[in-house]
Structure formats: C-alpha cells, structure tokens
C-alpha cells in the first residue's frame, strides 16, 4: 500500500485530529459494546445497527455531530471488520480491543467522489479532499493508484524523545482536554440549573462504575443493565452521566435521591400496571391495560419522578415519605 506524507496547514492538522479523536471514540463504544456479549445471549449490534444508533447519537450530541459522519462510520466498519477477523476460523485475528489516545491514531475515509478526492497540483505535490479540512497538500512521492476507493490517514510513530513526539503528545493531550471540557462545560450547566429549580431531585440510580461488571447479572438483579440493548448512545451519556449526579449531588446536599431504574420502563405511570408488553419499542411505550401512550423515556422518567422502585407486580419498593412535590425528569434511552 503506497504511503504519502501529508503536509496539512495548522488549521487542517487540528481537523485531522479531532477525526483521529473521533474515530477512536467511536470505535471504543463499539469494543464496549461488544464487551458485553458472551455465548448464548443476544448478539451484539452488528454495523448497520450501530450506524443508525450513531446517527441517533449524533441527533443528541452536538460535539459528536460536529465531526464527519464518514469518519465515525467508517470507524464502526473497521471494527465490523476487525470483528469479522476475529471470528474467520481460517485466520482468526486478535480481538478488538481498546484505542488509546496517541497509539493507533487514524482514520478512513472510503468512497470518492462526494466524501473524497485526489489531485495533482504540481510535480511534487497532490492534495486530497478530506471532510471539513478540505484540501489537504500530500507529497506526491510516487503515482497515486488510479482505482483507489479508500484512503487512511494515520498519525506518526515518532521517534521517543524527539521534539516531534512533545508536539503530537501536547496536542493530542490538547484534544482530549476539549473533549473532556465540552462534557464537564455541560455536567456544570445542567446541574446549576436543576439544583435551581428543584427542590427534590431524583435520577435514575445507573451504577455507571458496575455498568460493565454487571452486564451479566446476578441472581437478584437478573440483566437489568444489559448495555449493548442500548447502543453507542448510553455510552456516551454514560461517561457524562456520573459527573453530573456528583455535581448535582454537590451543588444540591440531601435533595438527590438515586432510583432504581428495574421495571420503570415496563410500568405505566398514568394506572400503574407493569408489563413488559406495553413497551412497544425502544422509543414507543403504549399501556396494554390503560392505553396510556408516550414515548418510552418520558413514561419511565415519570416513574422515576415519582420517587420508587417497581416491584414486578406493579407495588412501588422502598417508598419513603415524599413532603416535596418530585419534578425531575431525568432520562436515559435503553433501560433494561
Ligand atoms: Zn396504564
């Protein structure tokens, strides 16, 4: 495979790596998910269902919608096809695993024409159309092949010590320190503006630490938080998830309570009966008793709202006494 050194402007440099970031995030949530999957459960979302729960991630998160969607997709099918590898018995691959910020960086851009092209601008140099850096210089050091319908782009191995390495490292720091800021810059806000507002505050109880661990289940709580039901998304609100209820629990002492989410979302909460028919889809709950209709997050949240556990028949668990009017409805997509 031909390799071209590329000779992006600054500005170009930043945009090339916030798609290196992005790629690996991306790419991350997928080993996540499919972290999750062992023998004799349901299996793991395969590429295309993860890109429509990455379109739906984007729709939710602007930091996300501010990078390519050719970028993040094209993360999704290298794992896809990392996966595939893995499973060929002919020449079975190592697993998928984790991307760390500065090893492994790049990504891949497939498909001409709209999402990419290559010209010839002098003797010595070429540009190619990246998405949202535009043209991008590249050494011609050798023909470009004519049939070529992928290109990747890859950061430098750089040589330890070297004041290239400082940079890469320095900028790559800077890159993770932006991702981090626009999640605590949101983790601040929302959490001033509830602690505000409400009086009582309650959030679903998501143990984000055991979200791995607990996968499987155990005898009491049989797979209640089965994550890869729940896509990409819950994994990117999960990270910014813990922050917030520590910073709600911060800024609002003794008004938060953590509820346990078991059965809120197969409990109606205009008449109260729990079945997990009555939740249509993954969007839609639709009560098989009252008739009640809502989208599937808001009915739970209200539960939530109302401060209990359900039990399997429909009693509330743990109802301590409520001398405050509950408000707050603080969802996630994908409960159990
Ligand atoms: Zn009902």
């Given at each position: 495979?031909p390799?071209?050194r590329?000779l992006?402007?600054?500005a170009?440099?930043?945009?090339l790596r916030?798609?290196c970031?992005h790629a690996r995030?991306v790419?991350n ?7 999750h999957?062992?023998p004799?459960?349901a299996?793991?979302p395969?590429?295309?269902e ?6 739906a991630?984007r729709?939710e ?7 390519s ?15 595939t590898?893995f ?13 760390k910020?500065?090893?492994?960086e ?7 024409g709209r999402q990419?092209?290559v010209?010839?601008v002098?003797?010595k140099?070429?540009?190619?159309w990246?998405p949202?850096?535009?043209w991008v210089?590249f050494?011609w050091?050798?023909?470009?092949p004519a049939?070529a319908?992928?290109y990747?782009?890859t ?6 010590g070297?004041?290239?390495?400082g940079?890469?490292?320095?900028a790559i720091?800077?890159?993770r ?6 999640r605590k810059?949101w983790?601040?806000k929302?959490?001033?503006g509830?602690?505000?507002r409400?009086?009582?505050?309650r959030?679903e109880?998501?143990?984000i630490?055991?979200?791995?661990r607990?996968?499987?289940g155990t005898r009491e709580?049989p ?7 729940a896509g990409?998304?819950r ?7 813990g922050l ?5 629990q ?12 078991a059965?809120?979302s197969?409990?109606c ?8 028919d009555s939740?249509?889809s993954?969007a839609?709950f639709r009560?098989t008793a ?6 599937a997050?808001?009915?739970?949240a209200?539960n939530i709202a109302?401060g209990?556990a359900?039990?399997?028949r429909?009693g509330f668990?743990?109802a301590g ?13 994908g409960?159990?």
């Open positions: 495979m390799r071209y590329l992006p402007t600054p170009q440099e930043a945009v916030d798609h970031g995030y790419w949530l997928a080993v996540e998910q499919h972290s999957w062992r004799g459960r299996g793991a395969g590429y295309l993860q890109c429509r729960q990455l379109t991630a729709a998160n602007p930091w996300l919608a501010a990078g969607q050719t970028v993040q997709q094209q993360a999704l099918r290298d794992f896809a096809q990392a996966m590898a499973f060929d018995p002919a020449n079975p691959a190592r697993r998928p695993s984790w991307r910020a500065g090893r492994d790049g990504f891949r851009i497939v498909g001409r990419w092209d010209r010839r002098s003797r140099a070429g540009q190619v990246v949202k850096a535009g210089r050494r050091s050798r023909a470009v049939g319908k992928s990747r782009i950061l430098d191995r750089v040589r330890r070297s004041n290239r390495r940079r890469v490292r320095h720091g800077r890159l320190a932006r991702e981090t800021d626009r810059d983790a601040e929302t959490s001033t509830i602690a505000r409400f009086d009582v505050i959030v109880d998501l143990q630490m055991t979200m791995t607990s996968a499987a709580n797979g209640w938080n089965v994550a890869q039901k990409l998304n994994g990117i609100l999960g990270s910014g998830w917030l209820v520590r910073r709600l911060d800024k609002a002492p003794g008004r938060v309570e953590k509820v346990r989410p059965f809120t197969q409990r909460s205009a008449c109260g009966q729990v079945d997990r939740r249509e993954q839609v009560c009252c008739g009640f209709a809502s989208h997050d808001v009915n739970a209200i109302a209990h359900v039990t399997a429909g668990r743990d006494p409520v001398n405050r009017e509950p408000h707050l409805l603080a969802s996630l997509a409960r159990g």
